[in-house]
């Protein structure tokens, strides 16, 4: 399992998933289509935190920047889709 493949649970639960209940559980192959808005959903999150002075500009830029880098991959069907991060949001 690589780093990009570890759960959000992971720190939670002493056991993995059963691989049944993560294929029935994830909706990733669905909801994927909705990449472009889950991205400008991010965009404007990070936008907003830069606003409110949670994160500089710089970072913003940063996330903005891998964003669109992965938004890029997504495009030119580079992506690898992973059904252990869940959904659309996880992955990306």
């Known amino acids: 399992m ?3 493949d570890k759960k959000l649970s992971s720190a939670r639960l002493t056991q993995p998933t059963n691989k049944f209940v993560e294929e ?7 909801d994927k289509r909705m990449y472009q808005q889950d991205i400008q959903g991010s965009v404007a999150h990070a936008t907003m935190l830069c606003k409110v002075g949670v ?4 970072e913003r830029d940063q996330i903005i920047t891998g964003l669109q880098q992965i938004e890029s991959e997504i495009d030119n ?4 889709w992973s059904i ?3 959904d659309v949001h996880m992955n990306i």
Do not use: I, K, P, R
């Not at 029935?24 to 669905?30: D, I, Q, Y």
């Not at 069907?77 to 690898?80: K, L």
């Open 77 to 80: 069907d580079q992506f690898e």
């Open 55 to 58: 994160l500089t500009e710089t």
């Open 24 to 30: 029935f559980t994830a909706s990733v192959m669905f």
């Open 84 to 86: 252990a991060q869940e």
């Open 2 to 4: 690589t780093a990009s």
